[in-house]
């Protein structure tokens, strides 16, 4: 079964924390990715990252780092957390840009 | 620029009749189309794609190049239908994914 794990479904961080989001994959993907969603604006994606050590910016970077150090790990990172940045947090790993992407369940972050 | 457009965002049909979620897309390239869909408390998850031309719980899409158009189709809705359904295009170029901002369904029994 495929399998894509974040390591919290809740978090409540205060503004100007630095904050660790985990995904974790065991399908062997190339592809691994970010994304927030907001309600009425769908999913945006933050970063992407095609290999280890590889990445590449969305659609919305600013505020956001992330780090590849393993093929089956991604991190987002939030090096100083704003209300603003208060949202639902995806991963996904995939094979390919035009392949089918799969999702971890998701990690809902409260900034106050 | 916005390359996939879900101009619904809220649908409501009654159980058993006919639902379709639209989807327009932009892109020069050769694009990859999908739907995914989010039940209540679930992830995110594909529930059809373009090259597959499968049918999934009675759901089609057709590409429509001329129109730009990947609309989603179903021809009785059923009460667990209910969810948010996303469009996506898959970049022959860069890696790069695009979702819509997603179309939520009711199906009212």
């Known amino acids: 079964d495929v399998k894509v794990t974040q390591s919290s479904r809740y978090l409540v961080k205060r503004t100007g924390e630095k904050v660790f989001l985990e995904c974790v994959q065991d399908?062997?993907?190339?592809?691994m990715f970010w994304y927030r969603q907001d309600p009425g604006l769908g999913l945006r994606l933050i970063y992407f990252?095609?290999?280890?050590?590889?990445?590449e910016k969305g659609d919305i970077p600013e505020g956001y780092s992330v780090s590849r150090e393993k093929k089956e790990r991604f991190s987002l990172i939030l090096e100083s957390a704003s209300t603003n940045q208060t949202s639902m947090y995806l991963c996904?790993?995939?094979?390919?840009?035009?392949?089918?992407?799969?999702f971890g369940p998701g990690t809902r972050l409260l900034v106050l | 620029a916005q390359r996939v457009t879900q101009p619904e965002k809220l649908l409501s049909v009654f159980k058993g009749a006919p639902v379709e979620l639209k989807c327009n897309y932009s892109?020069?390239?050769?694009?990859?189309l999908f739907w995914y869909v989010q039940y209540s408390r679930q992830r995110l998850q594909l529930l059809l794609r373009?090259?597959s031309r499968e049918s999934i719980k009675g759901f089609t899409a057709d590409l429509n190049k001329g129109e730009t158009s990947f609309h989603l189709k179903k021809p009785f809705a059923q009460e667990e239908d209910s969810a948010m359904y996303y469009c996506?295009?898959?970049?022959?170029?860069?890696?790069?994914?695009?979702f819509g901002t997603g179309t939520s369904l009711t199906v009212i029994p």
């Open positions: 996506a295009l898959g970049a022959n170029t860069g890696n790069q994914f695009y």
């Open positions: 892109y020069s390239g050769s694009p990859e």
């Open positions: 373009h090259i």
């Open positions: 399908m062997d993907h190339e592809n």
């Open positions: 996904a790993g995939g094979w390919g840009g035009q392949e089918t992407q799969y």
């Open positions: 990252s095609y290999d280890v050590k590889m990445k």
